[in-house]
């Protein structure tokens, strides 16, 4: 029921060998591509991963560079013996922002995200001998001015370590996925690294 008369159903013995290979051969080809786009696919989930992750941080870097720049021209005036520690504060967050945008233009490149890591290491040190400079400034320290952004300051600094690590673990996700066999094969294919 359902079946033309006049029609045999197509048997595979009936073919010829060229004709068999081609189709194993086009078989193998549509195997390949599907499991090409969805390597490409994954690593794509995975890179957009690491973007958004880095967007949280930039976020933060963001509001961190908004405290930051009004307490250091608050303390300018009052502290102007400390004027070297003020200096080097602005010039290592003015190299912060700089190796920053550099991550934000490509989040999987490794060599910008060293270059941040290394900046914000040195942007730790004078932010930490301010802070200790205007604990030792009862006055200054609960000022109307100063107040406020220390507070913010305070807020942001566990919020971005949060953020640096589900960065990190985005990071190590991307890679395991990059360096996994056989998809690194195709890492010069898609232009991942």
Known sequence: ???HPNRDPMNFADLSPDTLRWIYRMAAVALLMFWMVGAYNRL????????????QIDELLTRRVAALEPLIAQLHEPMAAEANTLLA???ALER??????????KPSAAAALQAWVVVEGELASPMARLAALVE??????GSEGVKPLRDQLAELAPRLVYARQA????AEAYNVAVEEFP??????LFGFR
Do not use: C, K, S
Not at 136 to 141: D, F, K, S
């Open 44 to 55: 794509m989930r995975h890179r957009n991963a690491l973007a958004t992750a880095w967007g």
């Open 96 to 105: 912060q922002q700089l190796a920053a945008r550099a991550v934000r233009a």
């Open 1 to 3: 029921a359902g079946t």
């Open 183 to 188: 998809t690194r094969l195709l890492m010069p």
């Open 89 to 91: 504060l602005q010039q």
């Open 136 to 141: 030792q400034h009862p006055e200054l320290a």
């Open 167 to 170: 960065f990190n673990d985005a």
